[in-house]
């Protein structure tokens, strides 16, 4: 079972950038469709971005699109995301997670992707 693990969370002033990443074990990553989902407190967690095993398939929320950017790089068996004018609504724990089918169009649902990081705090002061 793939295991992950998130990094980069911490405590930035709104307008400032993090870069978060997640870190997985195994070898067939690079065939994994990769998720970042985040969760503020008394929220359902929520869809951030998610990339395809290739990179070429991406898509973002709405509420991120334009600041955040999903990368990749399969030869460290690692997915990042790009945190750019932060704003105190994107305080949460944000989770990456792992979608092992063949990649589908969608992938917008928490529910639809099988291996998920402990998490990692992200805190936007105003």
């Known amino acids: 079972q793939v295991q992950l693990l998130e990094s980069g969370g911490g405590l930035v002033q709104a307008g400032g950038s993090l870069r978060l990443s997640c870190a997985a074990s195994?070898?067939?990553?690079?065939?994994?469709?990769m998720g970042w989902f985040r969760q503020a407190p008394g929220k359902e967690r929520e869809f951030v971005a998610r990339?395809?095993?290739?990179?070429?398939?991406?898509y973002y929320s709405d509420s991120v699109k334009g600041r955040f950017t999903i990368s990749r790089d399969n030869a460290k068996n690692t997915v990042y995301l790009q945190m750019n004018s932060l704003k105190p609504e994107d305080t949460a724990v944000y989770y990456c997670?792992?979608?092992?089918?063949?990649?589908?169009?969608?992938?917008?649902?928490?529910?639809?992707?099988?291996?998920w990081g402990p998490g990692t705090q992200v805190t936007v002061s105003s």
């Open positions: 997670a792992t979608y092992r089918r063949p990649f589908t169009l969608g992938l917008l649902e928490a529910t639809e992707y099988d291996g």
């Open positions: 195994g070898r067939a990553f690079s065939t994994y469709t």
């Open positions: 990339m395809s095993w290739s990179g070429v398939n991406t």
